[in-house]
């Protein structure tokens, strides 16, 4: 069942991003934003970890989850450290997933030419 619940909310987030980008004249770049904002703002009140039960894996691949990560390590940072943990606690989670699309990215560029 957890497959199934996976591909429900994995493939909801996709079908709205979708939506989003053939009905409004927003890029991709405003997207991704918008979906970061709202898996933190769930986040807040533990609705995203709620997802993350039901859908597992498919609450964790989305954009949305990045989100998540930052408030829920600012949110860990803050409680062992104080107000200098809320800096160093977004990066302890996300640091993983940041470092992965910058390598990935610096590759990405050595194989394929930019458009004119």
């Known amino acids: 069942m957890i497959y199934l619940n996976a591909f429900i909310f994995a493939g909801i987030v996709c079908a709205l991003g979708q939506i989003i980008l053939d009905t409004t004249k927003l890029t991709p770049g405003h997207i991704t934003v918008i979906f970061v904002v709202v898996g933190a703002f769930l986040d807040v009140f533990n609705i995203y970890d709620r997802l993350v039960l039901w859908a597992g894996g498919g609450a964790l691949v989305p954009?949305?989850?990045?989100?998540?990560?930052?408030?829920?390590?600012?949110?860990?940072?803050?409680?062992?450290?104080?107000?200098?943990?809320?800096?160093?606690?977004?990066?302890?989670?996300?640091?993983?997933?940041?470092?992965?699309?910058?390598?990935?990215?610096?590759?990405?560029?050595?194989?394929?030419?930019?458009?004119?």
């Open 63 to 116: 954009i949305t989850s990045f989100g998540h990560n930052l408030i829920h390590g600012a949110i860990h940072g803050y409680n062992t450290e104080g107000v200098l943990g809320l800096f160093s606690g977004t990066l302890d989670l996300t640091a993983a997933g940041i470092s992965a699309a910058i390598i990935f990215a610096f590759f990405m560029s050595l194989i394929f030419e930019p458009r004119d």
